[in-house]
């Protein structure tokens, strides 16, 4: 078993809309959380970093940890077209675990 | 600008050529690893290092060597590389291991 899954999708929504995505793990050592934005051949830039349980807010985007369910999300308000990109989400402890990333396309 | 950089960016060679793909951070981070990204099996570390002359082995680190001499490069040695090796390569690097990662641009390689 994978230490993240992720359902790879993809995620097709119209602009406007929230986009939710979400990512569980199975190792209980991790103590951080990330999601990474990646565009097509670009290398993954961050978008959030979580330290242990809890909500965080940056602009349109939420990240939530909740650690007793070993659960990582992201949520995007108001999704614009340049938010078409592959999410990943990761975790760890002294290294890091990525997901297989999701493929989402916000339709103008 | 903060960055790390990567080079070759693409690369195409054949079956046992040795190789090296450079890294470099002008962030001072102690913290640098190695990805490979192929598709449906998402990022695979390969080695990391925690700091200058401390170096481990990630996920896949089968057919890859490293080196950290100096704390802002981090190549990536491939002393006989096969077909199986080609896929998407990203250097990252942060301040900690428990920090957020800073990845390079990527370097695409083809072996034939």
């Known amino acids: 078993q994978k230490e993240v899954e992720q359902d790879p999708g993809p995620l097709s929504v119209p602009e406007g809309a929230i986009v939710s995505l979400n990512c569980t793990y199975s190792n209980s050592a991790f103590q951080y959380f990330m999601w990474y934005r990646q565009y097509s051949r670009k290398g993954p830039e961050l978008l959030m970093y979580?330290?242990?349980?809890g909500n965080k807010e940056d602009g349109r985007f939420t990240a939530q940890v909740d650690k007793s369910s070993k659960y990582i999300s992201l949520f995007i308000r108001d999704s614009q077209p340049s938010d078409s990109a592959t999410y990943l989400c990761a975790g760890g402890n002294n290294r890091l675990a990525f997901g297989k990333g999701n493929q989402v396309v916000v339709i103008p | 600008e903060a960055q790390v950089t990567q080079n070759p960016r693409y690369l195409i060679t054949v079956t046992g050529k040795k190789l090296t793909v450079t890294c470099s951070q002008n962030?001072?981070?102690?913290?640098m690893s190695w990805y490979r990204q192929d598709p449906g099996l998402g990022l695979r570390q390969i080695y990391y290092?925690?700091?200058?002359?401390?170096?481990d082995k990630g996920d896949v680190p089968e057919g890859y060597k490293v080196s950290r001499k100096e704390k802002r490069n981090f190549p990536l040695i491939l002393e006989s590389p096969s077909p199986n090796q080609t896929s998407l390569y990203f250097c990252?690097?942060?301040?900690?291991?428990?920090?957020?990662?800073?990845f390079g641009p990527g370097t695409r390689l083809l072996v034939l």
């Open positions: 990252a690097s942060s301040q900690t291991s428990q920090n957020a990662q800073y």
């Open positions: 979580t330290y242990s349980s």
């Open positions: 290092s925690m700091n200058v002359e401390v170096t």
């Open positions: 962030m001072n981070h102690e913290y």
